[in-house]
């Protein structure tokens, strides 16, 4: 169990037109979550597109 995450990384996408402070995002995940150890990577976009059914799609990079 200890390695099943060991490659993984977290890809965070955030809808704002402001800026985001990864160690915010870091912060209350701590707090929710408690101490895990995954990497994460923060993404800021203008505008998540939904597709025709209203879900939110993941944006390409």
Known sequence: ???ELKDE???LFIESTKEV???EIQHT?????G???IPVE???VD???TSLMGKKMMPIL
């Open 42 to 44: 923060l993404h800021r």
């Open 47 to 49: 505008k998540i597109e």
């Open 21 to 23: 402070n990864l160690r």
């Open 1 to 3: 169990m200890e390695n």
């Open 35 to 37: 101490n895990i150890n």
């Open 29 to 33: 995940l701590k707090e929710t979550l």
């Open 9 to 11: 990384v977290v890809e």
